[in-house]
């Protein structure tokens, strides 16, 4: 996406208050092709940066865009001299969109590439922890983990001495490992971050506490404080404790910490009276996940997060389609790992939610708000 | 030599045992799961305060919370429909004269042993009554299953139809309350009713037998085996909260050695 003028039709990078070709202020963000062709590069080979020292050399390059700008991005070890390629945008450790040349077609293992891997949170190779096996859609991500080149999954189970339904499901896919994980008690969840706090590359919180009602469908405070007690509590139980170990090895060699993803309801961004009380408790969530991108930001740990709408599951039931089923939201989750995304808007619900909310907060308020069903 | 100065002393030389009968507060201690579309019971919770730390320099405290029905504890009649217009039908209601009483032990651990849906009948009432005499009116009837040995997922012993685990029938609980005027019914399950007891008429008949009557409950017990059969004295005063439904308690038994 880049500025295109209004009046002429130029495409200008990088971005400035007025068309470097007519001066005229009529500027557009438009999707643009992304390709182009690599016109010269170079190798940083030394460096005073610290960070930097680790990631040597470095590939840098110029790509003149068919659409016209040049642009200095990052270059994959598979482009060629010369060659024509197409740009992607990524978010650098620091959390800074940078673009990188890609070859135009995928290579072999190209996203193996060191640069890429970094810029990437690919769950391929990694120890991942998934924190609630009885979630419904605990089988699906696990299953698509692994799919995408997981090393190993850890799986969260609270209460073992009620049964689960999915625990055979999950236990059927080799590479997993069930451990005691209650995301309500602080006791539980710092224990298994002393066990594992240290190899964990990414985890996934798909712990979650949902019954339907709002405010005054409801007469008590008892569903909702388990609901913020799982989703609010919990986030904040984990972060608090697998948190500083994860900041603590985002640098370290192949396998290191790399993401923390959060599966939050669409309905975090604006209420929906139905699921009044869930909604709130993700609102609550949503916001602790920007205080810890904030606390995350200079270790380099990425905070992803996964809006969904409504899921295909018994708590649901009432809803009309659509309704988003595990295996859908597992593909999102991974594809924005491997995108090395912090939003990740899955299924029609999300997508319409935060559209509006980008249009306009307020109305979408009244629209959300102003009829009952 | 009064008769506190007796028992101090029986204590001190030993021909007094106290015997502990309750399970640790701990949150992996299994609680009562009801079908999910109903409010459950909170389960045992600590959060540190302190810990002489910056938080509190000399003192390390906690903040709990749970159920009024988490762990070993004590049900009130308030705490069924049956019971709701009983008269001091709540914790902080029950006169104190009852927060002390003797204690019966029903040996039922052979037959829960083999059969874990074992029932406590009215026969198993009077054959244990052909050994040991009547049940004394105003005593606790304690159920003895040595379930308190079983942990975790035996414990519970949920199957897809619902928990299993050994109890009373309605027929034996109308004899205790009707036929002996006990004070209570306790138990080493989860529950005064057996796992399966939604199936019997009326439904958790000990529940709503003995709370009916103003009768009260003790649930996840544990030590029964070191009770005599007859002549131990249990000590179980609830916390006295306010309309307060039951709640998690220690309960201790004196035995003679």
Known sequence: MLQVCGDCGAVQYPPRDACCKCLSVDLNWRDVSPRGQLLAETKVRATTDLYFRKQTPVRVGTVKLDVGPSVICHVHGDVGADEAVRLAIKLDRAGQGVMMALPVKETPFMEDDPRLREMSCTPKHRRILVTDARNPNAPAIVRALQSAGAEKIFVGISEDWRPNRYHDDIMAMPGVEMLPLDVTDSKSVEELAAELGGKTDILVNNARYVRPGGLMTRNDTVFAQSEMDVNYLGLMRLAQAFGPAMCARTADGTNAAVAWVNILSAYAIANFTDYGCFSASNAAALSLSQNMRADFRTSGLRVLNVFVGPTDDDWHQELPPPKVPAHTLAGSLVQGLVDGLEEVYCGDVAKDMIERFRASPKIQEREMTGFRS | ?257
């Open chain 2, 1 to 257: 030599m009064t008769l506190l100065e007796d028992l101090a002393r029986a204590l001190a030389g030993g021909s007094l045992e106290i015997v502990d009968l309750t399970h640790t507060l701990d949150p992996d201690f299994p609680v009562i799961v009801l079908p999910p579309e109903f409010g459950q019971c909170a389960r045992f919770r600590m959060e540190e305060v302190s810990h002489y730390d910056h938080r509190g320099p000399a003192w390390k405290w906690h903040n709990i919370s749970m159920s009024e029905h988490t762990g070993t504890h004590f049900d009130a009649p308030s705490h069924w429909v049956s019971g709701r217009d009983v008269a001091n039908g709540s914790v902080d209601e029950i006169p104190a004269g009852n927060l002390m009483a003797p204690a019966v032990v029903i040996d039922c651990s052979a037959g829960s042993a083999e059969n874990d849906d074992f029932e406590l009948t009215p026969d198993i009432l009077l054959e244990w009554e052909r050994a040991h005499g009547s049940i004394p009116a105003g005593c606790w009837v304690l159920m003895r299953t040595d379930w308190s040995h079983r942990s975790g997922a035996a414990y519970l012993n949920m199957r897809d139809d619902g928990p299993h685990s050994p109890g009373p029938t309605p027929d034996a609980v109308r004899f205790l309350v009707d036929e002996r005027n006990i004070l209570g019914f306790g138990t080493e399950t989860i529950g005064t009713d057996a796992g399966q007891g939604a199936h019997y008429t009326p439904p958790y008949p000990a529940h709503f037998y003995l709370h009916g009557a103003g009768k009260y409950g003790l649930q996840c017990l544990c030590n029964l085996d070191k009770l005599p059969a007859t002549g131990a004295m249990l000590v179980t005063p609830p916390l006295k909260i306010r309309n307060g439904t039951g709640s998690p308690l220690r309960v201790l038994a004196l035995k003679e050695t």
